[in-house]
């Protein structure tokens, strides 16, 4: 490892310890890194979006001589009214157009995996004669039961309710096998960083003496 | 005079609402020449004929009810749990004389939970107006900023506190993810707000948020649709509002016609896809798979 990559993840390891700081209490260190963070974060975003969407996406187009591209144009400049106190309902079209076009290509997205996978993936066939089967009908009784939780329509109480609180069960069950699973990934991400840290100071030990 | 200016804004108005027309078909010429090429000869796909059945009869129930609560009938829908959480969390909020702080999740304001959470922004606002309590709403996505300002303003007019809007408490912070939820943990440990609420989409910053939430001793009620970050709130929140309740409650709350109408649909959706499932399922049993088969999309 040469002097400058030493240097470079020295400060990596510096910033690294200044953020798990914080699990003892919040201390200068760890403000230092999260206003770094902030502050780069907001300067790489703002960089990102220049190169990734204003140029090619806007700028590119017009001086291909694409003005319809002016439209979009215009309504990201009428953004800029939120600045303005008289001007800033200028901006609502944007927003509107916004929202509108995400729910537009959300709806069909969502409802085919969602709704119609998750459907015919539950249509299972049924029995006592195997294993799987009687699996089966443990599998549809649970969604019937979180789907019954989840109607709004009645209040939660006889079968209904009793149905509804299986339900809530059912879906614990599911939160605690994935919770397992994210710790685990989060546990892989500390070993990574710890592995991290070990080869730095290992390395620092070894230029220095 | 005035009518000229309220005749100019119109004008005004109309010709933003062609442009916001002219930007979807130009988002949409994409999608034209995709068309062209791919089906060439075709516009529908049959391979998505389910999909198209789907979409009409759902939304031929949600535009049946939204009619039926625009006319002013009845639609009942239960009373969620967590709502009385979010009501106790701001008055403890209140009695301790520190703030509430609203994080509305880390997604753009065209997804559908960060729009359920800028509903519920409103009513928050519209309690802490009553009460005299600070509201802080740290935000991740720049398009959030201003739907925010506009929910909590709405709140606070409501609530007939225009005064005690506050500008500055609904912050940007970084659209970068960890920076982010460094930033909110900074304002936990800094403002120390006595509750926290927490409604939207998150993804892996939402055990951050919510663990140091609970070090500082607040009061947390969270609510996502996002399954696999719900076992986080559920373990370091007072209250988590699970998956759809979180809709739910942003129509409970308004009692806005489109949303109750929306959520009425959904149910009878919900009971109908419980239908179909054990038919399905009794078709498969008696092994006739056609009928599982046209619900899947290749």
Redesign the interface.
């Given at each position: 490892m040469g002097t400058t990559e030493l240097i470079w993840n020295g400060v990596a390891a510096f910033l690294v310890l200044s953020i798990y700081s914080f699990l003892y209490k919040d201390n200068p260190f760890y403000k230092f890194a999260e206003h770094l963070v902030v502050g780069v974060s907001a300067g790489y975003f703002a960089m990102i979006l220049y190169y990734n969407a204003f140029l090619p996406k806007l700028i590119h187009p017009l001086s291909s001589g694409q003005y319809w591209y002016v439209i979009p144009g215009i309504l990201g400049l009428l953004m800029w009214a939120r600045f303005s106190r008289k001007w800033q309902w200028l901006s609502r079209p944007t927003l509107g157009f916004v929202i509108g076009s995400g729910a537009g290509v959300a709806i069909p997205l969502y409802l085919q995996n969602y709704v119609l996978r998750q459907l015919s993936a539950s249509m299972l066939p049924v029995g006592f004669s195997s294993w799987p089967q009687i699996t089966n009908i443990l599998i549809i009784i649970m969604v019937f039961c979180a789907l019954a939780y989840f109607y709004f329509s009645k209040e939660h109480t006889g079968v209904f309710g009793g149905a509804a609180k299986f339900g809530i069960w059912t879906l614990m069950v599911g939160f605690g096998a994935g919770f397992g699973m994210t710790v685990m990934g989060r546990v892989a991400l500390l070993a990574e960083r710890v592995v991290f840290l070990r080869d730095y100071f290992h390395q620092l030990w070894n230029a220095v003496f | 005079m005035e009518s000229r200016s309220a005749r100019h804004r119109l004008t005004?108005?109309a010709i933003?609402?062609s442009?916001?027309l002219?930007?979807?078909i130009?988002?949409a010429s994409p999608v034209w020449s995709l068309a062209q090429d791919d089906l060439s000869s075709s516009w529908f796909n049959p391979h998505r004929v389910?999909?198209l059945v789907?979409?009409v009869v759902?939304f031929g129930f949600i535009i049946y009810f939204i009619q039926r609560a625009k006319k002013g009938k009845s639609l009942?829908?239960?009373r969620?749990a967590g709502l009385d959480a979010i009501e106790e969390a701001v008055g403890r909020a209140t009695e301790m004389g520190r703030p509430v702080l609203y994080i509305s999740g880390i997604e753009?304001?065209?997804?559908?939970q960060t729009?359920a959470s800028m509903i519920i922004l409103g009513n928050v606002a519209k309690m802490v107006a009553q009460y005299d309590t600070p509201l802080f709403v740290p935000i991740c996505r720049p398009?959030v900023?201003?739907?925010a300002?506009e929910r909590v303003k709405e709140g606070y007019a409501a609530a007939g506190r225009p005064d005690a809007y506050n500008r500055d408490n609904v912050r940007y912070?970084?659209?970068?993810q960890?920076?982010?939820a460094?930033?909110v943990?900074?304002i936990m440990?800094?403002d120390v707000p006595a509750a926290n609420l927490m409604f939207g989409s998150f993804f892996a910053e939402s055990?951050m948020l919510a663990e140091t939430g609970f070090l500082t001793g607040a009061i947390q009620v969270a609510g996502t649709a996002n399954?696999?970050q719900?076992?986080?709130f559920?373990?370091a929140c007072d209250y988590t509002i699970?998956?759809?309740?979180l809709f739910?409650t942003s129509a409970y709350l308004s009692r806005e016609p489109k949303l109750l109408g929306s959520?009425?649909g959904s149910?009878l959706a919900?009971?109908i896809?419980?239908g179909?499932?054990?038919l399905?399922?009794i078709?498969?049993?008696a092994g006739v798979t056609s009928?599982?088969?046209w619900?899947?999309?290749e």
């Open positions: - | 005004l108005r933003l609402r442009l916001a002219g930007s979807a130009l988002l389910n999909m789907f979409l759902f009942f829908i239960r969620i753009d304001v065209d997804n559908i729009v398009f900023v201003p739907v300002e912070i970084s659209d970068e960890f920076a982010y460094a930033g943990n900074g440990l800094r055990l399954i696999h719900l076992p986080f559920i373990v699970i998956g759809e309740e739910a959520l009425k149910d919900k009971a896809i419980m179909l499932l054990a399905g399922a078709l498969e049993t009928f599982t088969k619900f899947f999309i």
